[in-house]
């Protein structure tokens, strides 16, 4: 296991329980969220009085149900800053120095169905973008986002009405011209899952691996190996 802070990188053996490798790192190196810091990072910026104070200008709709969607990885230059508390400064970008830093990217549930927690929000972005150090975990700055075809960023306005574009089937007028397509494999499947410890180990033709999935890469194969060789003779 990799462990990575602001100044260390250290390689623990689990089985052994020790620490095998502990080299400090160079300047501006910066380790990657894990979940639990996301959630964190998630709550810090939606609860903080400033973006409060920014989410009121947009004037959402009743039950609106705002998400947060922190990046750690190259937190772009601001565009226009706010000044929402006396004790909020200007930073740097994150990415030549040592400050450790998320950029929060808002958006909002479709209004109509806002308790649907596969709602497709990416469809509706807010302009609001905080900041959050996690050297303080606070919000240390308040940054607004184009967010229309002209690139083109402001202070916050009243939020207009827009179609969401929903990609769950109940929220979709399917087609219903299409002709019943039926799969049979009466014999079986041609792949074999079985239980190795406590992952799937999953058999294909000559290929054998797992499957798993992380916050950064989605799915992901382990182990791949060739299990058999079949003559194409």
């Known amino acids: 296991m990799c462990v990575q802070n602001k100044f260390h990188e250290a390689l ?3 089985s052994k329980e020790k620490v095998e490798h502990n080299v400090r790192l160079g300047a501006n190196v910066h380790g990657a969220g894990d979940g639990a810091e996301i959630v964190a990072i998630e709550k810090i910026a ?3 009085a400033g973006v409060q104070e920014e989410l009121v200008k947009l ?3 009743e039950g609106a149900v705002v998400v947060c969607d922190p990046w750690i990885y190259g ?3 601001p565009v226009v800053i706010t000044s929402c508390s006396t004790d909020r400064v200007t930073g740097s970008d994150g990415v030549n120095d040592d400050e450790r830093m998320y950029q929060c990217f ?3 549930r479709d209004p109509e169905n806002p308790n649907e927690a596969d709602s497709n929000h990416y469809a509706l972005p807010l302009a609001i973008s905080p900041v959050v150090s996690t050297e303080t975990m606070k919000v240390i700055r308040i940054d607004y986002c184009p967010t229309g075809k002209d690139a083109k960023a402001d202070a916050p306005k009243p939020y207009k009405p827009r179609t969401a ?8 007028d399917l087609r219903k011209d299409l002709k019943p397509l039926h799969v049979v494999q009466p014999d079986g499947a041609s792949f074999k899952v079985t239980q190795q410890g406590t992952s799937n180990v999953l058999e294909w033709q000559k290929w054998s691996f797992r499957t798993g999935f992380n916050q950064r890469e989605g799915l992901v194969l382990y ?5 058999k060789m079949i003559s194409l003779c």
């Open 223 to 227: 182990n791949v190996r060739t299990i």
């Open 12 to 14: 623990v053996n689990l």
């Open 165 to 172: 574009n929903e990609y769950i089937p109940e929220r979709q």
């Open 59 to 61: 004037k959402l709709p």
């Open 75 to 77: 937190m772009p230059a």
């Open 46 to 48: 939606l609860e903080d």
């Open 106 to 108: 808002l958006y909002m």
